[in-house]
């Protein structure tokens, strides 16, 4: 059978596909009862394939094999494949201790890491692999990699996987003289990092990395994005990866020693095989990143709020165009559109107005938490309008929740120091922060007042929903806090994110939001007293 198979010379991709498959069938099966000319010629045979085979094929195999795997020169073979194959290979082959004593020295430290994971090897397997500097699942750092692994260990290599393939030996030879050079020079190993090279498989895993310790980087896929502080990449670069498309300072977390932990900044391009034109990879540079791509990590003293206002700008432009295309479907400017499309349209344009509220609230607490507290405006607004026009915009949402808002009014006139914007901001948001917070049913009482002529503020009294009629002001400000854990139609900024919103605004007006026992009261600069002031003042003359 082999004999045949090894006469017949595959002329395309199919016929070298068939002959990879029924040889690694043989070998699998009757390797140990051929006779050792059969043995090299089959091996020599596959060595010549491989190129030829695609990856995928190459994993079904291994998989197909590897339990039954017991003839260890093909799995000397398989072991010294890409990480992809080597490891569906080395996980499940099963190989008598002899065996695997012989294959140790001609693998790869990610060959002897899939191995140090394994918990049903011979005991003498794992000394090996300890003497080798292989004890653990990560790879060997070059400052703890054990003093005797000679270069000569190649020669100890099968005899038939030797003759069969002499590329392989001399691509570990390669590798473990790198090894060695990185391992003499401790000391460069702990300098800071300022670039590196790595490469990927087609499976986004990296596979090989130059300028960092190899156990850093060498296992880490670009093909998922990374979450919670774990070491990877974002989602810029698996975006990219699923594309096959050109990657551009995309973000990398790194963990390790001080030199190399943290983030980066990488690019890379896609490779393809020149014959094949199957997709072999990425092939990537990284580096540290610029002060101005780092938003997060410098002092807030230096750029508080300008992350954030970056965000906002990155947000605007998306929301801004789904918002366009809605309106435009909805008017039907491009022509007649069904009833169900325009009512997904506006309800489209509905959502990204609640959305843009959001963002500009964002805006506003960015912007008022970086102004000067000494800043004061002479515009003069009557805060009363603004309650009603608040009033009336609330209608929906009061219906919604069915909730009742009444706000009466004590003395007047209710005119202010501060912008028209920001003071429907303030009104507005404490008002909505609070009939969120309110049962269904539920009455929201509230004054406006100003007590004398002479008083220099007005005062929005709002009483305290039941909800939250006994929390405390720290929890009421605490941007975390809701009460009895979700409140009932809950805004997607949080309570206390509200009230802090609408202080800080207070405050950069001259006012302020005090939370008492009963109530919330927002106190605005009067204007009144100014008014009346001036106009004593000319009687005066």
């Not at 059978?1 to 043989?26: E, F, G, K, V, Y």
């Not at 030996?169 to 300022?194: F, G, M, N, W």
């Not at 405050?507 to 009346?532: F, V, W």
Request: aromatic share 4%.
């Amino acid at each position: 059978m082999i004999a045949t198979i090894l006469r017949q010379a595959p002329l395309d991709r199919r016929a070298s596909i068939t002959a990879w498959r029924q040889l690694t069938d043989i070998l699998a099966q009757r390797g140990n009862q051929l006779s050792d000319d059969d043995i090299r010629r089959s091996l020599h045979a596959l060595a010549v394939l491989r190129p030829r085979v695609p990856e995928s094929v190459r994993r079904d195999c291994a998989h197909a094999v590897a339990r039954h795997g017991r003839f260890a020169p093909l799995v000397a073979l398989y072991a010294n494949d890409v990480p992809a194959v080597s490891a569906i290979m080395l996980r499940d082959a099963r190989l008598a201790e002899a065996d695997w004593l012989a294959l140790l020295p001609a693998t790869s430290a990610m060959a002897r890491s899939v191995l140090a994971g394994r918990s049903d090897l011979p005991s003498g397997v794992y000394r090996a692999l300890a003497s080798l500097g292989s004890a653990s699942v990560a790879l060997p750092q070059p400052e703890a990699a054990a003093q005797e692994e000679p270069a000569p260990a190649a020669e100890a290599a099968p005899e038939p996987a030797t003759e069969s393939h002499p590329s392989q030996i001399s691509e570990l030879v390669r590798r473990i003289d790198k090894y060695q050079s990185t391992r003499t020079q401790p000391a460069q190993s702990r300098a800071p990092r300022a670039a590196f090279l790595f490469e990927t498989g087609p499976d986004g895993v990296v596979h090989w990395v130059e300028g960092v310790t190899r156990g850093a980087v060498i296992g880490l896929s670009i093909a998922e994005a990374a979450f919670g502080g774990e070491p990877g990449t974002d989602g810029v670069a698996a975006g990219a990866f699923r594309q096959r498309a050109e990657i551009i300072n995309a973000r990398m977390l790194l963990e390790g020693t001080p030199a190399e932990a943290g983030e980066w900044r990488f690019s890379a391009l896609p490779w393809f095989d020149p014959a094949t034109g199957q997709f072999r990879g990425y092939r990537a540079s990284a580096r540290r990143p610029h002060r101005n791509e780092m938003p997060y990590g410098r002092p807030a003293a230096e750029d508080s709020g300008d992350s954030i206002r970056q965000l906002i700008h990155e947000l605007r432009s998306p929301l801004n165009a789904i918002s366009g295309f809605a309106q435009i479907i909805s008017g039907q400017m491009f022509g007649p559109v069904s009833h169900g499309y325009r009512g997904m349209a506006e309800t489209i344009v509905a959502d990204a107005a609640s959305v843009q509220s959001i963002i500009d609230d964002l805006e506003t607490a960015a912007r008022s938490g970086s102004a000067s507290a000494d800043v004061r405006s002479d515009e003069v607004v009557d805060i009363g309008s603004v309650v009603t026009q608040v009033e009336i915009e609330l209608a929906a949402l009061l219906a919604d929740q069915r909730v009742d808002l009444s706000i009466s009014r004590v003395g007047g006139p209710f005119l202010g120091l501060a912008s028209d914007a920001d003071a429907r901001r303030m009104v507005g948001r404490l008002l909505t922060a609070l009939v969120d917070v309110s049962e269904p049913g539920a009455i929201l009482v509230g004054q406006l007042v100003t007590e004398s002529r002479h008083d220099d503020m007005l005062q929005l009294r709002i009483v305290r929903p039941a909800t939250i009629r006994f929390a405390t002001a720290a929890d009421l400000l605490d941007p975390g806090f809701s009460p009895e854990g979700e409140a009932p139609g809950a805004a997607v900024l949080s309570l206390g994110f509200s009230l802090r919103l609408v202080d800080s605004l207070a405050r950069s007006s001259g006012g302020r939001l005090d939370i008492g026992h009963n109530a919330l009261t927002l106190h605005l600069p009067s204007a009144n007293s100014k008014a009346e002031a001036e106009l004593e003042a000319q009687h005066g003359e």
